[in-house]
């Protein structure tokens, strides 16, 4: 008995929720309950390949399927009421009301929220709102770092629902609004005609910071290049014989870059023969992890500097793009850089095609102008759905905290247990050297303060 109430598509301007992605809904959609059926329909938002992907993880069917319950008792609460008093039925004997197959699931997954006391529906939602704030929190590793966990938590948590009048105050206003919640299954808010707020990410995520008096301004986090835009750049490989793809380091963001490649279509990228990286020892040290992200072969071309306040990477660049043009027949490139400079390579290889992926605030109006007055499509990098480079972030991150652990941090314990022993003029024989750093050194404890600062603890 999952829940699958249609919702007509939202009304209104609709200009501010274009080319969003679905992930997030998606998610909270699976958590809550939403029917398999919707999922499968391909003109509802919830998208199936991100159902199958949490069915998998056992926190997430857990929640769901205990919120699949809790909303039915809500929808069924007078008959399940009626069945277990007059007809002394266990919720284990209502198919009409009560859906087995969560139940099942959930005995599978070791959850049992029904207790030998629990005589009446109220008693199960108590329990199940128990299970939910316990759990639920098992979930977040499944959202992004970037959205404020404690929203999402929230509206699966039922104000005051571990007493009888929180449940009863929850009933009251999920039946007097029940054509607004989304699928009309039960979550926690303050029901409002918003239409399906589960439309897309970028509604979703702006209003669910607005019930918190908050504000979403990252919205390359849940949007993407619209079709206009990966339109003109499939066509520009599909009408190109070769291509290279040349990145001025300096000038371009390697998160960003990733996450353009990475929402573009591989029937596509599969024709680009290589990405050529112009780098110097001033740029983020990411970009040489940025193999390990697209299948496009990478080369990183190091360029040292003369002077240090004077950059050769454009000069560089300029050069391995005319030796690409005439000794190895490239015929189109894609430039990355958000700099002027190279305004001299593109007018003069007038038998090249070129593609300019630019970052919004970084590149001048002038340049943009010359780009449109000769025909050369550019795009914004910034524009691409950059939820998909947390990989690469995430790796970045702790590959400079290994660095950084590497450089600091030079501890050998058996060369600490001989200076102590120096120390304090104490004889120990190798095996109760070995004994003593088994029992206590091995399993010493790293303690971080609240101001950061790290300090060891042995166990005594």
Known sequence: MEYDTHFAPMTGDKSIYTDSTY????????????????????HEPPKLDVYNLMDAEKSARIIR???????????NYKNIRNKSKYEFQSIFSMPDYIPQDSLKRLSEDGINFVKKSSTQPKHHLIEINRLISDRINNCKPLFPLWLNWQYVKELFIMPDGLTEDGTKIAAECYYANLPLYPYQVYLNWKPKDE??????????????????????????????????VKGNIYDFIADSRKIVIVVDCENSDPYKLCATLKNLNQEYTDKITSIILFDD??????????????QIPVEHMMVERVKQNKSLVDIMLTARACQEHYKNNVDSFVIVSSDSDYWGLISSLTDARFLVMVERIKCGSDMKKALVDSGIFFCYIDDFYSGNAE??????????????????????????????????RISMSTAEQRQFIERHIRNMQLMIDDEGNVSFELKR
């Open 65 to 75: 399927h205990l919120c699949i319950i809790r909303t039915s008792i809500e929808r």
């Open 23 to 42: 992930e997030i809904v998606s998610k909270v959609a699976y958590l809550l309950g939403i029917s398999r059926r919707i999922f499968e329909n391909e």
């Open 391 to 424: 990989d690469i972030k995430k790796g970045a991150l702790f590959k400079e905290l290994y660095r950084y652990l590497d450089s600091s941090l030079h501890l050998n314990v058996n060369a600490m247990m001989e200076e102590a022993l120096r120390a304090t």
């Open 281 to 294: 020892e001033h740029t983020v040290a990411t970009w040489r992890s940025l193999e390990q992200y697209t």
């Open 195 to 228: 239409g399906n707020i589960l439309y897309n990410d970028k509604k979703f995520v702006k209003l669910l910071y607005e019930w918190h008096n908050d504000c979403f301004t990252e919205y390359s986090k849940v949007s993407d290049a619209g079709n206009y």
